[in-house]
């Protein structure tokens, strides 16, 4: 009988020893909003307690490494941090802080962290964890897939994404037309160019979960989840749903190239309301915060001078049609195009009334010269400089024509500099010549082969007007 109890006690004994916790063991406490196994609040056990995670830093990256320790298979599952205490908050004094993962690690505690000695008071920013898996024996949807919801139109409205065998919404919360971009070609729409909403379409009551916030894209991936994000905070209300706007592919054969920008309805070359080509087809930009930094970029796009532009606002050049791209436009100034500026895509409450334009300063190439004559002929001419055997050759371009002297701009442009700077050589040497020949004469000295300049060299310079 005592060796029966022995045995007993050993086996018992085991078993506690197997259940024990050790340090960096994960659990997920399942109390507010938490339905499922596989989400609740992330604890690890440090210091002989379990201990909360913070938010501060708590990603997509360190949610990957937790559900791998807690033995979900990487693959299966969509990881998801929570923020805010979503799932409710814990208590003592200690917490974990500023993990740093790569979301290849095996265990948590692997990766850099910080612990918080005084975290008492800082449980409302408790991190939660959901190790979504990506299919169900019963799919209302697929975990990743999205939609937009409008009651009007299907290329505009909320974007709803699935997660764990439900829809819900996205925070906007750093969503802008990056995120938008990637929802649209998600869904199989033009992908150069989206718009984020937050208004323009009207919904009812709406009581699916919000399920990511702080949704942040490079811009090229192919799905929403490829991008980093976070899930909900306690603070998330569907007030801050975002939506998209998305454009059909462009027409084929286009009518414009993605990008071109142009100024129509002005009365004189290089002023007009500024016009922007998306998807094949021309829109508008509002004059909201449109300054002199985003018209010189315009003028310099366009090929014009950057000095002084001139911006002209509520349609002074009369109301465009179609889309409105682009509102709030934050150039530098130092953009070679607009789409290379910060902007915020237009979110539905502009009008045409907002349409912007722009007045460039025009170099005219043909006034500057006083030129009246249609045609201009300018002889190839060279200039010879000949000293102690050096002799220099700048062929001047003959130009037939008034088109050609705007397409040759930068030839001219070349010649005039290297013709300046001949006759400033020209002009350095004869100046030493006088003088050596002054301080020769004075010293009664003779020399010899004094190089001197004759005016047979100048004499094919030619300019001709027909």
Same mark, same amino acid.
């Given at each position: ?32 909003? @938490? ?72 265990l948590l505690l692997s990766c850099p962290y910080t ?85 323009? #379409? ?32 306690? @603070? ?8 998209? #706007? ?142 102690? @055997? ?35 050589a020209l002009v350095a040497l ?6 050596? @020949? ?29």
């Open positions: 009988m005592l060796v029966l109890i022995i045995g007993w006690l050993l086996i018992i004994n085991q078993t506690f020893l197997a259940l024990a916790e050790s340090v960096g063991d994960l659990r997920l406490v399942h109390e507010r909003k @938490a339905n499922a196994s596989y989400e609740g609040r992330i604890e690890v056990y440090y210091d002989n307690s379990w201990v909360a995670i913070n938010d501060k830093q708590w990603s997509k990256n360190d949610a990957m490494v937790a559900c791998r320790q807690l033995g979900y298979e990487t693959g299966k599952i969509v990881p998801i941090a929570t923020r805010g205490g979503y799932y409710g908050v814990g208590n003592g004094s200690i917490g974990i802080t500023d993990l740093d993962c790569t979301g290849n690690e095996t612990v918080d000695q005084g975290y008492t008071y800082k449980h409302y920013a408790d991190g939660g964890l959901r190790c979504v898996p990506k299919s169900f024996n019963q799919s209302t949807c697929e975990t990743g897939d999205v939609r937009l919801v409008n009651e009007s139109t299907s290329n505009l409205g909320r974007v709803d994404v699935c997660i764990g065998n439900e829809w819900g919404t996205i925070s906007r919360t750093n969503f802008d037309h990056t995120e938008a971009r990637v929802i649209c070609r998600q869904l199989g729409y033009y992908d150069e160019f989206a718009q984020n909403r937050d208004r323009g #379409f009207e919904l009812g009551l709406n009581t699916s979960p919000v399920l990511l916030s702080r949704v942040s894209c490079i811009g090229t991936e192919s799905r929403i989840l490829d991008c980093n994000y976070n899930g909900p905070s306690s @603070a998330d209300r569907h007030n801050k749903d975002t939506g998209a #706007f998305c454009f059909d592919k462009p027409p084929s054969p286009e009518n414009c190239q993605f990008g071109k920008i142009r100024l129509v309805n002005g009365t004189k070359e290089g002023e007009g309301r500024v016009e922007l080509c998306i998807a094949g087809l021309w829109g508008t930009i509002t004059d909201d915060s449109f300054g002199t930094n985003d018209a010189k970029v315009v003028c310099r796009q366009l090929g014009y001078s950057t000095e002084n532009p001139i911006v002209y606002k509520n349609a002074h050049f009369g109301k465009g049609s179609g889309y409105i791209y682009l509102d709030n436009l934050k150039c530098s100034g130092t953009e070679e195009k607009v789409l290379n500026c910060g902007y915020v895509t237009t979110v539905g409450a502009d009008t045409h009334d907002e349409d912007v334009g722009v007045k460039c300063q025009v170099t005219n190439v043909t006034s500057m010269m006083d030129i009246t004559s249609s045609t201009l002929t300018v002889a190839s001419t060279k200039v010879l400089m000949t000293t102690n @055997a050096m002799t220099i050759v700048r062929p001047m371009p003959t130009i037939r024509s008034t088109e050609q002297v705007d397409s040759n701009d930068d030839l001219i442009r070349n010649w005039l500099i290297a013709a300046g700077a001949t006759v400033i004869t100046t030493l010549t006088i003088i050596a @020949a002054h301080y020769i004469v004075k010293k009664r000295r003779i020399y010899s082969g004094i190089a001197q300049f004759s005016s047979r060299d100048f004499d094919e310079n030619q300019v001709i007007l027909q």
